[in-house]
């Protein structure tokens, strides 16, 4: 879990400069348009679409933008059709990545994919080569000086309302939830008045490769961002741990 955490919190910080620039919108767009095409566009019956409104929601996403999103996966305006694909390959030290896709020309994204993964020391791999190595599930992390409640406390409340799991890491609390009860427990957060840093359903690697050698953990924090930073990539899930000096080395 420490390589998930770390890599969650770098980047919804990079969100965050992402969403100024509008690069974010479209990515959030594209998922608007999947969850309505595939679930229609009630947000209270459709989940994914709701998790997608919200996730627009926290980047200030303006409300035309998300609802010309929604109309565009519903057929009532003009736009492109998008593909949902799982591409997989390894990074520097043999680390495996998983990324969800959703593109409009396959045969581009999948050239540009594989440029991007040899430029930073790895190969996109084969259909299964690594996705058995990870399980979705709702991930919420809290910022421990943002809960005034016991740590004992805090996790009997979250455990209660069906969490799986709850442990500190660094300066947070972390929680996992199945997906479908991942709103549920945030909800029972919020309502009790606690910030939620993260909350978001995701891929959890069932093992981690530690990478220690600076240099390497370098090019894969790299080859991470050039992923994350593709237009076509939706998420980027990996399954390193790389230390904090690394990180702030790579920055």
Request: glycine share 8%; aromatic share 6%.
């Amino acid at each position: 879990m420490a390589g998930h955490s770390k890599w969650a919190n770098i980047k919804h910080k990079k969100a965050r400069a992402d969403a100024q620039k509008g690069h974010l919108f479209t990515k959030i767009s594209r998922e608007l348009m999947v969850a309505a095409r595939q679930g229609g566009g009630d947000i209270d019956s459709n989940f994914r679409l709701r998790l997608a409104v919200q996730k627009a929601r926290d980047v200030n996403m303006p409300n035309d933008n998300i609802n010309r999103a929604i109309k565009k996966g519903l057929g009532e305006v003009d736009g492109m059709k998008f593909e949902e694909m799982i591409y997989e390959g390894y990074g520097p030290g043999g680390v495996a990545i998983l990324l969800e896709i959703m593109t409009d020309n396959r045969n581009r994204t999948a050239s540009e994919l594989r440029n991007i993964f040899t430029r930073h020391n790895g190969n996109l791999g084969e259909t299964g080569c690594v996705a058995w190595m990870f399980t979705r599930r709702g991930y919420i992390s809290l910022s421990k000086d943002k809960v005034d409640l016991d740590e004992d406390d805090l996790m009997l409340l979250v455990l209660e309302e069906g969490a799986e799991d709850f442990k500190t890491e660094g300066s947070s609390y972390e929680i996992i939830t199945e997906p479908e009860l991942l709103e549920e427990v945030k909800n029972s957060l919020l309502n009790r008045q606690f910030d939620v840093d993260i909350a978001e359903v995701t891929m959890f690697p069932q093992s981690v490769v530690k990478v220690d050698d600076e240099e390497e953990g370098k090019v894969l924090l790299q080859l991470m961002e050039s992923l994350e930073d593709h237009d076509d990539v939706q998420s980027v899930y990996a399954n390193f741990d790389v230390s904090d000096e690394i990180i702030s080395v790579g920055k």
